[in-house]
């Protein structure tokens, strides 16, 4: 069964018992993230139950968050009285995050100059585990919603950003988050045995580049760029997306791989 949408499970940091046996540990901080993160599933508002289930809490602490959160405007009713919806403070941590990141500040006019050059769409995506999360976007006329949301992410083991991150990792690490990963395909054509999958890998980190067909969506091309910090480890990864309908492969990296090389060696500290 093919999965009904692009995103990637959302990342979640567990503490261990180590940490919350830590005295500067607060568990209700814990707690009001668990409710604030039951969101990352929800395909609308959510009830106070929902919230009780996806947080993990009992009722009696999920009320006393919710109340909190929405006293604090990081919650809040939704307009057609159905649940809950997150509340519009959250997008103040969302900007302040996206500011005060070097990469991003630094990127963002290099990749709207490459977005000129190519007139494809250029989206910038931090790593973070088994997936990418795009904090850049810059479209072209034809994406959908969800392709223009900063903070979506998608998995690394079948796009070309991942591909990218990945070929830049030791293989044993590599391999890791491969078979860590939700590897439910996305299309007929999603790589998910995680020796086919590092084939694409070896074959990225020989040509410099990834290539990705029909990986992520029916009819997409995409190559990705791997961004390496100043000890070489992959921090993010550029991308540059087509269609199929208008490009061959061999034209759309004879076009677009070269550009994509300078741009992600010019955004890398080696």
Known sequence: MFRNTTRSEPGKRIPTAEDRAEPLFVQSVERAMAVLS??????????????????????????????????????RRDAGGHGFVPGVRILDHTLDYL??????????????ELRTSVRERVDLSL????????????????????ASLLGHSVPAFCTSGGWAMLSRLPEADARDIIERSDRRPFTPHTLTDPDEIMQAVGETRRNGYALALNQLLSGEIALGFPVLDNHGR??????????LSEWTPGDYVARF?????????????Y
């Open 99 to 112: 500011r005060l990141h070097p990469l991003v500040r630094q990127a963002t006019p290099v990749l709207q």
């Open 257 to 269: 791989a070269p550009l994509g090389q300078q741009t992600a060696r010019a955004l890398s500290k």
């Open 38 to 75: 039951a969101f990352h599933h929800a395909d609308g508002p959510l009830t106070l139950t929902e919230i009780t289930t996806h947080a993990g809490l009992d009722r009696s602490a999920t009320q006393r968050m919710v109340h909190t959160l929405r006293a604090l405007n990081y919650i």
């Open 127 to 146: 790593v973070d585990d088994t997936r990418m999360i795009y904090a850049v976007r810059l479209q072209t006329k034809r994406q959908t919603f969800n």
């Open 234 to 243: 992959p921090v993010a990864a550029i991308h540059i997306a087509g269609s």
